[in-house]
């Protein structure tokens, strides 16, 4: 039994399929365009930040600070393209933010050795308060730059702009993970790294990489979310980084590194946004939005312990 | 409190098997109520096997252990307990932020009929316990403000609070000053006079004839010798701990070629090493010896720069490096293979051609893909050229066995260009054919002119490979030896002096 759950991303696949087919015949909205695309749309965000969590979690780090991180993000993109009305000066100053948050939470992480679910906890608290400290109130889109709203809500021959950009970035990641020597790094990192070390892999130097590239994905969805609520709000993306966290982890990536899949996380999101959008569809409370992936998580860990059980 | 009623503790041919090693073969031996009986042996002998079965975390495969002449059974450190036989190891396991008393008393506090701490009657027997033992240390101290010997006589403390009539003692002088040590044994001279058995396990020579009143000898776990300290000396442990005359299965040629490959200076670290200083040539196989806690392995990752340099300098063919990390070192020709090759050798997520590659992988590189046929290619190669028995270079790498693990962590560094070979235990839980394959390459590569450092505690390959020689003991180096002029009896005396 556990042998065959091997093959982690067939499982997922076929229930992912099951639950469409399922939705389906319980109310055909579900396979309408409008709904589809919908789900899409608001899947692409988490996937463009999970693949970053993806290499981070098999390298055995995490970072909690990416919803944080994301509010943080609407809000100044609002506020710098509102100040310049200059798209450019907004991208450029939100990739900047980021790429110092990245590189504070890894080499807090490497040279100061804190412990990563510690470290970016504590950023997270950091990006909460400090949000309120940049702006009290929410920002709105006064610049009315019709190309920033494009990216979030536009279409591109009837896809939406945030599954353009998504698919833009995605094979990048499949390559880096499975391809590439530093894919292969991240892997040894995260499955023994003192092995890794001793083969003259340079460990700090990769984690670092791994949390400014998490950091900067998070810059490219927080501009998403903005133009999508044509907001920047404080409060945005809370609980944001969980629901990425449980994707990768439902994907197959092991919480304790050495081993991920970002077609696993793909599934793994999709499958979290069509049981989010089954719910609505279904009339039952959305409370449940958030009880559902609760209960998935740990269903997903189970498995994630079982599959590690058998390699001792 | 001392109630001890027995004569001896009779240990009758006890064996205990590992997969592959015969740790425990036929070991007999009686230890005395009131006397000092030391356990001796080179590393690897089976005296830590020996202590764990009586300890009760090792269940022996044969034989009886004996109160006098009623039969025991230990079947787990509960038992072992109960029993009276304490064993004190070289890691305290007391609690650092408790005091003295409350750890003493930990399993059974004083308490008054409420359950509420009776502290005065806690402190004050705690007190008639050390002046028993004949040491005065304040009870209410934490452990932590306490030294290692310190806290080593709160352990022994312990063991005779919960009525041990038996102490083993694993090397408790390791980390001791003579100062400290002298305090030690007069709490054992104490323990004595109250009629406590004591099982002294050490490396050091000299303390024996201070303190045992026997001493036994194993060697690759069979019993060697049982003496009364009165009928033996210090030639004859020696002798009897090193034993056989080495059968040399290499044929190794002094280098005439003295190019210089490596140059260590002072090297030094916050940990262990002090002022190491030697120099390697071209194809030369400097063999480093030392027992346990010697800084071999410590040695090797500095040089290798996995653990920081606190002073000192390394240099490779002239160029010179204070501080570096391990990316830096297989840059310039250094490759390590560690004596812990579960722990920090095998990527385990990773099958056996991942992890033949894994130091090497930007060879590999295609542009930006890293080109997996070139390595399969690769890997077959080398799988063939060692005889690695597996079905495939796909095959997952927990899935093989110890000894072809070792050539896959070997070949990692031969699809480099090393200059430089640090092996660390290279033979260590590999079985007897694997491992002279194992030797003989390492003779090859040698010969071909790679420089090698060679950690080893068989004395055996050491002798048979190396062209000098290195004793390390306390982190520093004491004597260095040609190969070819030394006996395993120089080496071994040097190493515990």
């Given amino acids: 039994m556990i042998k065959t759950i091997k093959n982690n991303e067939t499982i997922l696949f076929f229930i992912f399929i099951i639950l469409c087919i399922f939705l389906s015949i319980y109310n055909p909205q579900f396979y309408s365009i409008q709904n589809i695309n919908s789900i899409l749309r608001s899947s692409s965000t988490v996937m463009i930040v999970a693949f970053g969590m993806t290499i981070l979690l098999t390298s055995g780090e995490v970072d909690l600070s990416v919803g944080a991180l994301m509010?943080?993000?609407?809000?100044?993109?609002?506020?710098?393209?509102?100040?310049?009305?200059?798209?450019?000066?907004?991208?450029?100053?939100v990739f900047l933010f980021c790429l110092f948050i990245g590189l504070i939470n890894g080499f807090v992480r490497t040279i100061l050795n804190v412990n990563s679910l510690i470290a970016t906890l504590a950023m997270m608290l950091i990006l909460q308060g400090s949000v309120y400290v940049y702006s009290m109130a929410a920002i709105y889109n006064t610049h009315l730059i019709p190309f920033f709203t494009f990216i979030g809500q536009g279409f591109v021959f009837k896809i939406p702009m945030p599954v353009i950009i998504m698919l833009f970035i995605l094979p990048f990641f499949v390559l880096f993970l499975?391809?590439?020597?530093?894919?292969?790094?991240?892997?040894?990192?995260?499955?023994?790294?003192?092995?890794?070390?001793?083969?003259?892999?340079?460990?700090?130097?990769?984690?670092?990489?791994?949390?400014?590239?998490?950091?900067?994905?998070?810059?490219?969805?927080?501009?998403?979310?903005?133009?999508?609520?044509?907001?920047?709000?404080?409060?945005?993306?809370?609980?944001?980084?969980?629901?990425v966290i449980a994707a990768v982890l439902l994907g197959?990536?092991?919480?304790?590194?050495?081993?991920?899949t970002i077609v696993g996380t793909i599934l793994g999101i999709l499958i979290l946004k069509v049981i989010d959008n089954g719910i609505i569809l279904m009339g039952i409370s959305q409370e449940f939005q958030l009880v559902v992936p609760g209960v998935i998580l740990i269903i997903a860990v189970y498995f994630d312990n079982l599959r590690k059980a058998q390699d001792v | 409190m001392f109630s001890n009623s027995f004569q001896f503790l009779h240990i009758k041919e006890i064996s205990k098997e590992f997969p592959g090693v015969k740790a425990l073969d036929n070991v007999s031996m009686k230890i005395k109520a009131g006397k000092v009986h030391a356990l001796m042996g080179e590393n690897g002998a089976g005296k830590s096997?020996?202590?764990?079965?009586?300890?009760?975390?090792?269940?022996?495969?044969?034989?009886?252990?004996?109160?006098?002449?009623?039969?025991?059974?230990?079947?787990?450190?509960?038992?072992?307990?109960?029993?009276?036989?304490?064993?004190?190891?070289?890691?305290?396991?007391?609690?650092?932020?408790?005091?003295?008393?409350?750890?003493i008393f930990l399993e059974k506090f004083p308490t008054?009929?409420?359950?509420?701490?009776?502290?005065?009657?806690?402190?004050?027997?705690?007190?008639?316990?050390?002046?028993?033992?004949?040491f005065n240390l304040k009870v209410n101290e934490k452990i932590s403000n306490l030294s290692i010997s310190e806290q080593q006589i709160v352990e022994i403390a312990r063991a005779i609070f919960q009525k041990a009539s038996i102490v083993v003692m694993d090397e408790p002088t390791s980390s001791l000053t003579p100062?400290?040590?002298?305090?030690?044994?007069?709490?054992?001279?104490?323990?004595?006079?109250?009629?406590?058995?004591?099982?002294?396990?050490?490396?050091?020579?000299?303390?024996?004839?201070?303190?045992?009143?026997?001493?036994?000898?194993?060697?690759?776990?069979?019993?060697?010798?049982?003496?009364?300290?009165?009928?033996?000396?210090?030639?004859?442990?020696?002798?009897?701990?090193?034993?056989?005359?080495?059968?040399?299965?290499?044929?190794?040629?002094?280098?005439?070629?003295?190019?210089?490959?490596?140059?260590?200076?002072?090297?030094?670290?916050?940990?262990?090493?002090?002022?190491?200083?030697?120099?390697?040539?071209?194809?030369e196989i400097l063999g480093f010896f030392g027992l346990m806690g010697a800084g071999r392995t410590e040695l090797a990752k500095a040089i290798y720069g996995y653990d920081k340099v606190s002073n000192g300098f390394i240099e490779i063919e002239g160029k010179r490096?204070?501080?570096?990390?391990?990316?830096?070192?297989?840059?310039?020709g250094i490759g390590y293979v560690t004596e812990d090759r579960k722990g920090e050798g095998i990527v385990k997520d990773m099958n056996l051609r991942e992890n033949m590659t894994l130091p090497s992988l930007e060879f590999f590189e295609n542009l930006f893909f890293v080109n997996r046929i070139k390595e399969k290619n690769i890997s077959n190669e080398y799988i063939k050229k060692f005889d690695v028995k597996t079905p495939s270079c796909e095959r997952l790498?927990?899935?093989?066995?110890?000894?072809?693990?070792?050539?896959?962590?070997?070949?990692?560094?031969?699809?480099?260009?090393?200059?430089?070979?640090?092996?660390?235990?290279?033979?260590?839980?590999?079985?007897?054919?694997?491992?002279?394959?194992?030797?003989?390459?390492?003779?090859?590569?040698?010969?071909?002119?790679?420089?090698?450092?060679?950690?080893?505690?068989?004395?055996?390959?050491?002798?048979?490979?190396?062209?000098?020689?290195?004793?390390?003991?306390?982190?520093?180096?004491?004597?260095?030896?040609?190969?070819?002029?030394?006996?395993?009896?120089?080496?071994?005396?040097?190493?515990?002096?």
């Fill in chain 2, 321 to 332: 490096f204070s501080a570096f990390n391990t990316s830096t070192m297989v840059k310039n």
């Fill in chain 2, 49 to 103: 096997t020996l202590i764990k079965i009586l300890a009760g975390a090792y269940s022996k495969d044969k034989g009886k252990i004996f109160f006098d002449d009623n039969e025991i059974s230990i079947n787990s450190p509960n038992d072992s307990l109960k029993l009276g036989i304490k064993v004190v190891y070289q890691e305290i396991s007391l609690i650092p932020e408790f005091t003295v008393g409350e750890n």
């Fill in chain 2, 112 to 134: 008054n009929r409420f359950g509420i701490l009776k502290w005065k009657k806690l402190y004050k027997e705690c007190k008639d316990l050390f002046n028993k033992i004949g």
């Fill in chain 1, 252 to 260: 197959g990536t092991s919480f304790k590194g050495g081993s991920g």
């Fill in chain 1, 178 to 243: 499975n391809f590439t020597r530093f894919g292969r790094y991240f892997t040894a990192i995260g499955s023994n790294s003192d092995a890794a070390s001793l083969s003259g892999i340079n460990n700090k130097k990769f984690k670092i990489i791994g949390f400014v590239t998490t950091s900067l994905l998070v810059g490219i969805s927080g501009i998403i979310l903005a133009s999508l609520m044509d907001t920047g709000q404080q409060g945005s993306a809370k609980g944001f980084e969980l629901i």
């Fill in chain 1, 71 to 93: 509010s943080f993000v609407t809000v100044i993109v609002m506020d710098v393209i509102n100040i310049t009305g200059s798209v450019v000066l907004g991208f450029i100053a």
């Fill in chain 2, 179 to 283: 100062n400290e040590i002298k305090k030690l044994f007069n709490v054992i001279n104490n323990l004595k006079k109250n009629n406590i058995a004591i099982l002294y396990i050490t490396h050091k020579i000299d303390e024996i004839f201070q303190i045992a009143d026997e001493v036994t000898v194993l060697r690759d776990g069979k019993l060697i010798s049982n003496r009364p300290i009165n009928q033996t000396s210090e030639e004859i442990l020696v002798n009897d701990m090193v034993g056989r005359a080495v059968e040399s299965s290499f044929e190794r040629t002094l280098i005439a070629n003295k190019e210089n490959v490596l140059t260590v200076k002072n090297l030094t670290t916050k940990t262990k090493l002090k002022n190491v200083s030697f120099d390697l040539s071209k194809g």
């Fill in chain 2, 397 to 497: 790498i927990t899935l093989l066995s110890g000894g072809n693990q070792q050539k896959v962590l070997l070949s990692r560094w031969l699809l480099r260009e090393l200059k430089i070979i640090i092996l660390d235990e290279p033979t260590r839980g590999v079985d007897i054919g694997a491992k002279t394959e194992v030797l003989s390459l390492i003779n090859d590569l040698a010969k071909e002119g790679m420089s090698v450092l060679l950690m080893t505690s068989e004395m055996n390959d050491l002798l048979s490979l190396s062209d000098r020689i290195m004793v390390m003991a306390n982190g520093e180096i004491k004597a260095e030896f040609l190969s070819n002029n030394v006996t395993q009896e120089e080496i071994f005396k040097a190493s515990v002096s």
